[in-house]
């Protein structure tokens, strides 16, 4: 199992840039491909971006492609998403995700989430 804690989610104006962290216990993180999820009021968990164990191959949703940099530091037990050029339509609760099986774009497919941080972006 991995226990997950997000952080770095406040509020910034638009055309700005934030940093998230996800910092994990347990020994197994370095095999999890993970990934960042966004919820917003109202609306459905979506899929922000993914990284493999190794870091080698990332993906992105179209939304964010560009503007979002997903990376991890195995050694730290850590994924990171930097977030440039934020719109408005970025606000939402971010979350990070250990995966598990099945799609990797759905939220069903990982079984481990942080609790989220806030991001805000005003406009």
């Known amino acids: 199992q991995v226990q997950l804690a997000e952080s770095g989610g406040e509020l910034v104006q638009a055309g700005g840039s934030l940093r998230l962290s996800c910092v994990a216990s347990g020994r197994t993180f370095s095999t999890y491909t993970m990934a960042w999820f966004r919820q917003a009021p109202g609306k459905e968990r979506e899929f922000v971006a993914r990284?493999?164990?190794?870091?080698?191959?990332?993906n992105y949703a179209d939304p964010v492609k560009g503007r979002f940099t997903i990376a991890r530091d195995n050694t730290k037990n850590a994924v990171s998403l930097q977030m440039n050029s934020l719109k408005s339509e970025d606000t939402a609760v971010y979350y990070c995700?250990?995966?598990?099986?099945?799609?990797?774009?759905?939220?069903?497919?990982?079984?481990?989430w942080g609790q989220g941080t806030q991001v805000t972006v005003s406009s």
């Open positions: 995700a250990a995966y598990t099986g099945g799609s990797p774009y759905r939220a069903t497919a990982y079984d481990y």
């Open positions: 990284i493999s164990w190794s870091g080698d191959s990332t």
